[in-house]
């Protein structure tokens, strides 16, 4: 959960436009591919993360899939990473948050790694860990 709980929750689903998804997956099964079609759907711009996939379905649309967290930055200015990664992937994927200056970083049910996480709220970004983003934005629906 976030160090701010609810309020933070709150900021980051209201003053977030653009989200990244890393991990997104073309499997139709995957939470991955289900929360960005919903996150799509209720008004979000999803830029999917994934360099095995160039083009994936979000919703009802195919849309470019970017290698990197820096290629997708480059098309739209990310407001929120989205991670669907293993807790190992974390590390490095904070690296870009703080270099990239991404606001906000959000670690998806059981992506949890402490000690980057706390590297990134030093340099000033707001995170959630451990919780799901989907279930967050439609209890508030």
């Not at 980051?12 to 989200?19: A, G």
């Not at 919903?38 to 919703?59: I, W």
């Not at 870009?96 to 949890?112: A, F, H, T």
Request: charge should be negative.
């Amino acid at each position: 959960m976030a160090a701010g709980g609810e309020n933070l929750i709150d900021e980051m689903l209201s003053q977030s436009r653009v989200i990244a998804v890393v991990g997104m997956s073309d499997k139709p099964w995957r939470a991955s591919h289900n929360i960005a079609a919903y996150l799509a759907r209720v008004g979000y711009r999803v830029l999917p993360v994934n360099p095995a996939l160039t083009r994936v379905l979000v919703g009802t649309e195919e849309v470019d899939c970017y290698p990197t967290l820096e290629a997708a930055n480059a098309v739209a200015k990310i407001d929120l990473v989205d991670v669907f990664r293993a807790s190992d992937a974390v590390p490095a994927i904070v690296d870009d948050v703080v270099r990239l200056g991404i606001k906000y970083l959000w670690l998806q049910d059981e992506v949890v790694h402490d000690e980057a996480v706390a590297r990134a709220e030093a340099a000033g970004v707001k995170c959630v860990q451990d919780d799901c983003i989907f279930r967050q934005h439609a209890a508030r629906g």
